[in-house]
């Protein structure tokens, strides 16, 4: 048994089992922790960022993209703090992380030393990272630091994906024991979790008789790698397929059964065609309120009159917002495949329902033509998705900022293969995008990766991009610049015919009439990162080409339009008026909340 530290246990520990890079900031309390890494049996490869929570949003993009972990590494105190909106952002959307931060040492606990938070219980950092992870571990001794390890990895690996932390104190990271490092594979499960028959012969007797089946994919279908499981199930049935923000690139959008997104902002198509099902299909779909329109009846789903049937790998989401016909506890790619073999060629005629949705997609294209192909500037939100598209290899990766781009990168950027579409779909975190597009260039270094972001998502972690200059990695940059939180501020014009103080959703001078807009790209090119301005149509295409051409990091900024720029809103989002606002607004409001069926 090697005697080895505990920071050189965990850093040649991770090197075994595969990690390939880790990211944070050398702070004070993870410097013997850091120095293991530099020692030999250590493989890992530390990038420092310039924010903790670009760290963890770094990592995760690099799971997203590959299915692989990668370790965030930070410091005690504010920096430990800071790693929170990342874990809370990928515990939200299933993404696993291993976050490793320092504490106080042992014998130092209690005296509120080391930024220690002690008042309630010493050294009480742990608790705040409890609801944002799957499991945190505090370490006490050198020799626990392999058992902690393997179950964090198992826990990470195993059944629905989620972020885990390790807290380990100064004095643990430099103190050195006699141990012997876990083998992972002797640690781990084999294979997959497989659906009970009976549940799938149920399941296919409901669908058997389906007159207008529909399958609503999450992002546990992209997890559980069962894209040609799905799309093989679709056809038997002749289904159409929907997906939430999680879901989009489980199923080619090119396909003719393909009937779009659904929820608030998802597309005409995939609402109706979604609410008009006679059975639901759900796949690693939780039906949060944005992708459910509210659980509002007849918007995007029926549930009941509809049937649903709900595969999931957690039991917690099954039957939690919907009642379920058939509830059906498995990984989703042996599910959909014993699904698809007991119907056989037994599926339904579904000719009416595959007509009702060509022309629901062929009205839908003529509507969002308008703005993919208007010329105006300030460009529309769509305008640059169109020639980023055409620019863009088919497997080349997307990733959405928060906000209006979220929108309509959900609504008009198609993707036709897994992980190739990356968002904060449960969290909508500002600050997530420009990161985690680094991690997934990390993660796929031969995929093209590019990042459309709003100003205001990309003020928040825009100084991640010295990461990409300091390393040369080429990942491409879309800044849709509106000067301002103009999904805020859409929302309140909506619902109270006016928005707050100019200086909150708008950027402006005093809170006067006078924008104020950020130069972006000066911004960039400070970093170091080659950046244009685009200010006609005719230059959008090619200053997109030459960045993707690049072989280093680039941005793009598209002034956009303030106004009517954003994605269309064909779903409902439960937004209560307030009382003091007595007229129509507030009966509509109440009329519409009546008709939420959530359980």
Not at 90 to 116: C, F, R
């Amino acid at each position: 048994m090697p005697s080895l530290t505990g920071g050189e246990i965990i850093a040649q520990t991770l090197t075994n089992y595969g990690v390939r890079y880790g990211a944070g900031i050398p702070g004070h309390g993870v410097w013997a922790l850091l120095d293991g890494f530099l020692q030999d049996g250590s493989e890992v490869d530390v990038l420092q960022v310039f924010h903790e929570q670009s760290a963890v949003h770094l990592a995760d993009g690099y799971y997203r993209a590959s299915g692989k972990p990668m370790v965030a590494l930070t410091s005690v105190g504010p920096g430990a703090a800071n790693t929170l909106m990342g874990l809370a952002t990928a515990y939200a959307d299933s993404a696993s992380l291993l976050a490793i931060t320092g504490a106080p040492p042992l014998h130092m606990q209690g005296h509120g030393t080391m930024q220690e938070l002690e008042r309630h219980r010493d050294n009480d950092f742990a608790r705040m990272v409890e609801p944002a992870t799957k499991r945190t571990w505090q370490i006490n001794t050198v020799a626990e630091i392999p058992f902690v390890l393997h179950r964090a990895f198992n826990a990470m690996l195993t059944g629905r994906p989620g972020p885990v932390h390790i807290e380990v104190p100064m004095d643990i990271q430099a103190a050195a024991a006699d141990v012997n490092l876990h083998d992972l594979e002797r640690r781990l499960p084999i294979g997959r979790l497989h659906p009970d028959p009976g549940a799938i012969e149920a399941a296919a007797t409901v669908l058997r008789d389906a007159k207008r089946p529909v399958i609503a994919v999450g992002g546990g279908a992209i997890t559980a790698e069962a894209s040609a499981e799905l799309r093989a199930l679709a056809e038997a049935l002749q289904a159409p397929v929907v997906v939430t923000w999680s879901g989009k690139g489980a199923f080619p959008e090119d396909h003719p059964l393909f009937a779009g997104p659904i929820g608030q902002t998802g597309t005409v198509p995939g609402n109706s065609i979604a609410a008009g099902a006679d059975v639901v299909l759900a796949v690693g779909c939780r039906f949060t309120d944005w992708s459910a329109s509210s659980y509002r009846k007849g918007v995007t789903f029926s549930l009941p009159p509809g049937k649903l049937i709900q595969i999931d790998l957690d039991p917690h989401e099954i039957g939690k917002n919907y009642p379920v016909e058939v509830g059906i506890l498995a990984d989703a790619k042996p599910a959909l495949a014993d699904l698809h073999a007991a119907i056989g060629s037994q599926a339904g005629d579904t000719s009416a329902q595959l007509e009702e949705l060509k022309a629901l997609k062929d009205d839908w294209a003529d509507q969002e033509a308008k703005r993919s192909g208007s010329d105006q500037t300030p460009f529309t939100s769509q305008r640059p998705l169109r020639d980023l598209r055409r620019a863009m290899e088919r497997d080349g990766i997307v990733v959405a900022g928060s906000g209006n781009t979220q929108g309509a990168v959900k609504q008009s950027f198609p993707v036709y293969e897994p992980r190739t579409h990356m968002t904060s779909g449960g969290y909508s975190s500002m600050g997530w995008a420009v990161p985690a597009a680094i991690g997934a260039k990390l993660a796929r270094p031969d995929r093209q990766v590019a990042c459309v972001v709003g100003d205001g998502d990309f003020l928040q972690t825009g100084q991640e991009l010295g990461v990409c200059a300091q390393h040369g990695i080429p990942v491409v940059f879309v800044v849709q610049n509106n000067g301002g939180y103009m999904s805020i501020r859409g929302g309140q014009r909506k619902i109270m015919d006016r928005h707050l103080l100019s200086e909150f959703t708008e950027f402006s001078r005093n809170g006067g009439d006078e924008a104020y807009t950020v130069d972006v790209t000066a911004v960039a090119k400070g970093f170091g990162v080659a950046a244009e301005k685009v200010e006609s149509s005719d230059d959008l295409q090619p200053a997109l080409e030459r960045a993707l051409a690049s072989e280093g990091p680039a941005l793009v900024e598209v002034p956009t339009s303030r106004d009517a720029a954003g994605p269309w809103v064909p779903g409902w989002w439960d937004f209560p008026v307030p009382a003091y606002i007595t007229d129509e607004r507030q009966d509509e409001y109440w009329a519409e909340r009546a008709e939420e069926q959530h359980q």
